[in-house]
């Protein structure tokens, strides 16, 4: 079994309206998200077909267990 979790951090922009100063919408302020969506998509991923195994691991010891063919 391994971890498919990696904690992923995230610095908020915080995004302002222009009225209020404004937050610049710049190629590393959106890049940064980019990144950080990515991570987590990725261990979404990694998560389910974790998930995945395991279930299919299960069902088949049950199947085992009652002595049904597999």
């Known amino acids: 079994m391994f971890n498919v979790y990696e904690k992923v951090t995230h610095d908020p922009i915080g995004w302002k309206n222009k009225r ?21 998509a990725t261990q979404l991923d990694n998560a389910y077909q974790d998930l995945s195994g395991r279930i299919e691991e299960t069902s088949m010891l049950v199947d085992t267990i009652n002595g049904e063919v597999i």
Do not use: P, W, Y
Request: net charge negative.
């Open 20 to 40: 209020v100063g404004g937050t610049s919408l710049s190629a590393e302020n959106l890049n940064k998200m980019d990144e950080d969506i990515t991570k987590i």
